[in-house]
């Protein structure tokens, strides 16, 4: 008897905070400014994937705030670092949303940044002279809150910043006595910015556990305008290493200047061979398979881009000319270089022909490409321009037998996905969003760059949708990251609103 009382005034309790108001914009400030000591402590533990000690201080602390806010957590093996998964039931509840997100950063080049270390968050604000400059954390405390001040430190943007917003919106949820008429599954991946290597056979080993009803991602930045964002899906990735070799050792240009092959200059004119001034792929075929329909175009205008914007915050007169707008660039595959190195410049640099050149190429896939297909074009396009290729370090046999040499390798971290914008995950979060924000948010076809989510689409059969929350200025991957608190604040009534949605 005690049971069924427990039960039904829980459930009326829910049925009543189901109906009632929203908290209001100062109650998420508020949560907000009890939240920032914890981001800190969170953006102080070093994260970078290739340090398995580190990472196992984000497990463990993630651990414990998860379970604090009544989640049961298991770690998920993988042959280095684990995948945590945490559960929580809801009340009588039918369906089950898996989340998912990113704990681990990218590497760290401390010389690059304007502070005392990357992982000491440091809140700063706009100088009158252009830049920023460091101001006392206890202003957020002390001080009248400013939305546009920053937090800069590695991963605020990417994306511990998406990961205390969420156990804020918990707290609120906690405090208020609600619960969501769902079960929740939070999967967190502290290999993303490796290429989750461990992910795709992860979610095949851990299936049953992984069982849901649809996926959401909170990841990635918001429309260029800043208003609320949904995004239907993403691009996958592929890369390819290329190496170039002249001489067996570097030689000076007086001696062999006119004489050794200039790896350096080979390796420029096959890059350049491989697209058109406007920036399109030459390589016959790359584009095949990608037909863009008239109502897709129309959903893609319906996207408020204003391009002069962009190129005005990219520094730049004008984009490439893969399709006629920013929007449809995104719907084709890109050849991307994503480094080139070759002998020294700088404080560095010296007379010699160098010994090598390399470059690293990203293939951004859609749902369309064919990783394998798109990587041998690549190849035979390299044979074509007259290269042997080698996938080791070539023997001096190589080196007097074939003019041109490439040492090639390439792998597909993960693939493409896509969701229909009027799936049950869509419209549920677009219900989310536009109560709590009072306009219908801005829906994305795609995003232009990559999260290892294809393995859970494709493997447990659910849709997945992603909910961008950080401001798009954030210096992702780069020195200097950083997150504006004002997208802060909005990121946890975004997922509070989701989270007391129901299903």
């Avoid at 859609?366 to 990587?375: M, Q, T």
Wanted: hydrophobic share 35%; glycine share 8%; aromatic share 10%.
């Amino acid at each position: 008897m005690k049971k069924e009382c427990f039960l039904l005034f829980a459930g009326m309790i829910i049925a009543f905070q189901a109906f009632g108001q929203q908290p209001t914009d100062q109650e998420y400030l508020g949560y907000a400014k009890n939240s920032f000591d914890r981001l800190k402590e969170l953006l102080s533990i070093p994260n970078d994937a290739h340090f398995p000690k580190d990472i196992e201080r984000n497990v463990q602390w993630c651990e414990k705030e998860f379970s604090e806010r009544g989640f049961k957590t298991t770690r998920l093996d993988t042959e280095t670092v684990p995948l945590l998964l945490a559960e929580r039931k809801g009340l009588n509840a039918s369906k089950t949303v898996l989340v998912y997100l990113q704990v681990d950063g990218q590497p760290v080049d401390p010389q690059f940044w304007f502070q005392d270390g990357p992982y000491n968050a440091t809140l700063k604000e706009q100088a009158p002279t252009g830049g920023w400059e460091a101001i006392p954390w206890e202003n957020l405390s002390t001080q009248t809150f400013n939305p546009d001040w920053r937090v800069f430190a590695r991963s605020t943007a990417d994306s511990k910043g998406a990961v205390n917003m969420f156990l804020t919106a918990m707290d609120m949820l906690r405090d208020k006595k609600e619960a969501p008429n769902f079960n929740i599954k939070v999967i967190m991946d502290f290999e993303e910015e490796l290429g989750s290597p461990h992910l795709p056979k992860a979610v095949r080993d851990y299936k049953e556990e992984l069982a849901a009803d649809m996926l959401i991602i909170f990841d990635g930045p918001l429309h260029i305008s800043g208003k609320p964002t949904l995004t239907f899906g993403a691009r996958g990735i592929s890369t390819i290493t290329l190496k170039i070799f002249g001489p067996i050792l570097p030689q000076h240009s007086g001696h062999y200047g006119n004489w050794a092959p200039n790896p350096a200059v080979r390796m420029s004119r096959l890059i350049a061979s491989m697209k058109d001034d406007y920036g399109r792929v030459t390589i016959p075929g790359f584009y095949d398979g990608i037909f863009l329909s008239d109502e897709v175009k129309e959903t893609l205008r319906s996207v408020p881009d204003d391009e002069k914007f962009i190129n005005y915050k990219l520094g730049v007169a004008g984009g490439d000319r893969v399709a006629p707008s920013y929007q449809e660039a995104l719907q084709y595959p890109s050849l991307n270089v994503r480094g080139l190195s070759s002998g020294w410049v700088g404080s560095e640099k010296r007379t010699i022909v160098p010994a090598t050149a390399q470059a690293e190429i990203d293939i951004r896939l859609v749902l369309e490409s064919d990783p394998e297909r798109l990587i041998g074009l690549v190849r035979q396009h390299i044979e074509d321009e007259g290269y042997h290729i080698i996938s080791g370090n070539p023997t001096k046999e190589d080196r007097v037998k074939h003019y041109r040499i490439c040492q090639f390798s390439a792998e597909t971290n993960y693939l493409a996905f896509r969701t229909d914008f009027d799936s049950e995950v869509g419209l549920w979060l677009d219900r989310a969003l536009t109560k709590a924000y009072g306009t219908t948010p801005i829906k994305q076809r795609t995003s232009g760059g990559s999260i290892p989510i294809s393995p859970f689409v494709t493997e447990l059969g659910i849709p997945a949708v992603t909910v961008p929350t950080v401001n798009r200025d954030n210096n992702q991957h780069s020195p200097n990251e950083n997150i504006r608190l004002g997208n802060y604040v909005d990121g946890i009534k975004t997922m509070y609103s989701i989270l007391t949605e129901d299903l």
